[in-house]
């Protein structure tokens, strides 16, 4: 399982990679894991603005359907919807190409309530 030292995380297996006060935001490869073959993301088109904590989509798996919560408050500046033509990118590359969306920062020091990799780990039993 592949564990990226630089990125930021939550409970709820979302990540965060911060360029500048820029946020990229997917979910773990833990999480695409366990939800199996991604069939769908589902990120509403008008979504402009995400405050943490608040489900700002969903994903769908061939067993299940489950919640996007964002890590961090911000203004949408980019959905990727290359994965809805391409949904499986997320289980091949959860922190590359399967990204989910980009915002501008709105309160940075929401990242120091996230967890690094070693505390990640440590909430999987690694």
Known sequence: MNFP???KYTADHEWVKVEGNIGIIGVTDHAQ????????????????????????????????????????????????????????VVNQDPYGAGWMIKIELSNLDELNELMDVEAYKATLGH
């Not at 989509?57 to 919807?81: C, H, M, Q, W, Y």
């Open 5 to 7: 030292a630089e990125l």
């Open 33 to 88: 894991g366990e939800l199996g073959d991604v069939v769908y993301v589902d990120i509403p088109d008008d979504l402009a603005n995400i405050n943490k904590g608040d489900s700002f989509g969903t994903i769908e798996a061939v067993k299940t359907v489950a919640d996007l919560f964002a890590p961090v408050s911000g203004k949408v500046i980019e959905i990727n919807r290359s994965i809805n033509d391409s949904p499986e």
